[in-house]
């Protein structure tokens, strides 16, 4: 982990994707301190001023590429008190304070790599699949579950990459809507039956999970119950 | 304007009128070895950032340590309360429990010097490991690479050393050594803010390197130090160190940074024990005031120009006592180096005719401040002669040191006035004068 920076920051960008799920691009007054893919950032939308206790604030994971200093990108589901200020409060112009980058949820793993995503989970690996090269040998595994298609937010971003990098392969789950079985998308919930059959190496490969906290839950006791051994379950939990 | 603003243009005056157009008097003032060199801006951080009255780190520290990590191309700067204590957590950091395999245990071996300072050698007594000592070269006074090789056993693990007084040691040679047996290395560059060894700062080689804002180096905080490293692993596990060995990292006055607070378990805690008092580290508490860091900011801004001078002064001071050559070894850098001079070295020649302590003490007797080269040895202290250790050689040179040497300054205090009037006292004494 870098050292955390407070900076300043202006909305320039909002995107209301419906059923209350929204992405923000912010613009840091100085270019942001170096981040890894996977961290994350508090985010504090009172007014603070530097020298004073930092606000309340909560965690985000930073989506942006940690290549573009200029920008950081996050993606919310209006869910509680702070998020449903976020949505009352915020607009283009706001400013806000980033507090920035935290945590341990880095994808280092030199064996087969599994990602599952529920929901805004996803942008704790936004940032990881932009890295992705062509030349990638190590094979990536993607299960991006989300409520309907138009929440399947990152889908153009995974299917940029799909193109690109041969390694990497893909799954989406709906959880209601149309299906669309062309396009990879199967309805209902993420599960370890659906998931593990579809990698080759399960017992040598490295699960990485981020989303709602009860999706965390049941996937890491069903993956340790069909004998994915702990240290190869990674969860992007926040309490 | 607010009343903050009106505090601090009275500050601006107040220096004015307190420190500022001092001018040197030789025949009353000192001609210091090191010291404060500072303007109003050191004055007018120190109290804002008491207007502020957070008191412990804050913006001032966050400010503080991004620019230096920034200074010196690393990830990370942990500002701690003194170098000594940057020492203590550096070397303390490669005996976490967190480093696995890698981890320095009790009884490995770590190569240093016995001419130096004792906070060096210190943390690696405390952390019951055990000091293999190399000698020095005159002139330099950093470790004789062809030693370094000597002390290499099964059970050394790690290579801590100052760039001693400024000079980069052989960073070429400790770096191979430290690559091909897998060695860690910790630089002191406690006296050497701003040397560069092939053009590259020092401080940014080893895994972990330390620094001193004590007044009398190249920038002050009044009490201050800092751990540098390019390794976010060791940079968590020194910030545990330096915050009471907490497995959190929230700064002070923050919660749940990580979002997971009451969400873990550790150890044979109950599960969701709130992480803010979780340890896994027997640590310490060095940490810096907001304060501390509110003036080395304003010193940091400083650093590039008192770099300069203290070459500049170094060069003139090389200038002034080549003439003496054959009675004074005289102050030189290592190959591949452009120090940051922390003063000028001189060790007198067995065979000068006089000896070290009469030349200090004429100097010191004409107000000319001069210091010994800290500890000269080390292994001769009471706290040190009877250490668990292993010395390769007889430590010839560090003895000559301990006898014939002694330093003068190179700070920015020192002008054109202080220069001439060392150079009239040093041809006083080689005219024959004594005390």
Redesign the interface.
């Known amino acids: ?6 900076i300043r920051c202006e909305v320039v960008r909002i995107i209301n994707h419906g059923g209350n799920v929204y992405s923000l691009k912010i613009k840091p007054e100085r270019p942001t ?2 981040f890894q893919p996977g961290q ?1 950032m ?1 985010l504090a939308v009172d007014p603070y001023e ?5 606000p309340e604030s909560r ?1 985000f994971s930073i989506a942006s590429s940690p290549t573009k200093r200029d920008h950081l990108d996050i993606t919310y589901s209006v869910v509680g008190s702070f998020t449903t200020k976020m949505e009352q409060k915020i607009q283009i112009g706001s400013e806000v304070w980033a ?1 920035f980058p ?2 341990d949820f880095i994808i280092q793993s030199k064996s087969d790599v599994v990602l599952i995503a529920g929901g805004t989970g996803i942008t704790a690996f936004t940032a990881f699949l932009e890295r992705l090269n062509p030349d990638q040998e190590q094979s990536v595994s993607l299960f991006y579950g989300a409520r309907n298609q138009e929440l399947l937010i990152f889908k153009p971003l995974v299917e940029r990459k799909l193109e690109e990098v041969k390694t990497l392969s893909a799954w989406y789950f709906i959880e209601e809507g149309e299906l669309d079985e062309k396009e990879r998308v199967l309805s209902g919930r993420l599960s370890v039956q659906f998931i593990l059959p579809k990698i080759i190496h399960p017992l040598n490969s490295d699960f990485y999970l981020s989303g709602p906290p009860a999706m965390l839950k049941k996937l890491s006791l069903d993956l340790k119950s069909q004998a994915i051994m702990p240290e190869h379950i990674k969860i992007d ?3 | 304007m607010s009343k903050r603003e009106d505090i601090l243009k009275l500050v601006r005056e107040y220096y004015q009128q307190k420190f500022a157009n001092r001018s040197f008097d030789p025949q009353h003032d000192l001609v210091h070895y090191a010291g404060r060199v500072f303007d109003e801006e050191e004055l007018v951080n120190l109290v804002d950032s008491s207007l502020d009255f957070f008191l412990t780190a804050n913006r001032y520290a966050e400010d503080f340590e991004v620019s230096f990590a920034n200074f010196l191309g690393v990830s990370n700067a942990i500002l701690v309360n003194s170098g000594s204590s940057a020492n203590l957590v550096a070397l303390t950091t490669l005996t976490s429990p967190k480093l696995g395999d890698r981890r320095l245990k009790p009884g490995d071996e770590v190569i240093t010097v016995a001419a130096g300072f004792p906070t060096t050698l210190a943390p690696i007594v405390q952390n019951q490991l055990t000091p293999v000592f190399v000698d020095v070269n005159l002139g330099d006074y950093t470790a004789i690479p062809i030693q370094l090789d000597l002390a290499i056993s099964e059970k050394t693990r790690a290579i801590f050393m100052a760039h001693t007084l400024g000079v980069p040691f052989d960073l070429d040679a400790v770096m191979g050594l430290a690559n091909k047996h897998d060695l860690w290395v910790i630089e002191d560059n406690c006296d050497a803010l701003g040397s560069l060894y092939h053009d590259r700062l020092t401080g940014s080689f080893g895994h972990l390197a330390t620094c001193s804002f004590y007044p009398a180096h190249h920038i002050t905080m009044g009490e201050g130090g800092c751990v540098v490293t390019d390794n976010d692993e060791l940079a968590r596990i020194a910030r545990s160190f330096r915050d009471w060995g907490r497995d959190c990292y929230c700064a002070g006055g923050e919660n749940n940074t990580c979002g997971k607070r009451f969400g873990q378990q550790f150890g044979s805690l109950p599960e969701g024990y709130d992480h803010k008092y979780v340890y896994s580290h027997i640590g310490y508490n060095l940490k810096v005031t907001d304060m501390q860091a509110a003036v080395g900011c304003a010193q940091l801004n400083k650093l590039p120009s008192f770099i300069e001078t203290r070459k500049k002064n170094h060069k003139a001071i090389t200038e002034i006592l080549l003439q003496y050559e054959d009675k004074l070894v005289l102050h030189r850098p290592t190959k591949n180096s452009d120090p940051s001079w922390f003063c000028y070295v001189v060790s007198v020649r067995e065979d000068a005719g006089f000896t070290r302590n009469e030349l200090t003490r004429f100097l010191e007797a004409n107000r000319i401040e001069t210091r010994n080269l800290f500890s000269g040895n080390l292994l001769r202290h009471p706290a040190f002669e009877k250490i668990n250790r292993r010395v390769v050689g007889n430590l010839e040179n560090t003895d000559r040191i301990m006898h014939n040497t002694f330093f003068i300054g190179v700070y920015p205090g020192i002008e054109e006035t202080h220069l001439d009037y060392i150079a009239s006292v040093f041809d006083r004494f080689f005219k024959g004068e004594r005390v």
């Open positions: 982990m870098g050292m955390p920076q407070k301190p170096h994350f508090h530097p020298g004073d206790f930092w965690v507090k935290y945590g939990a926040w309490a």
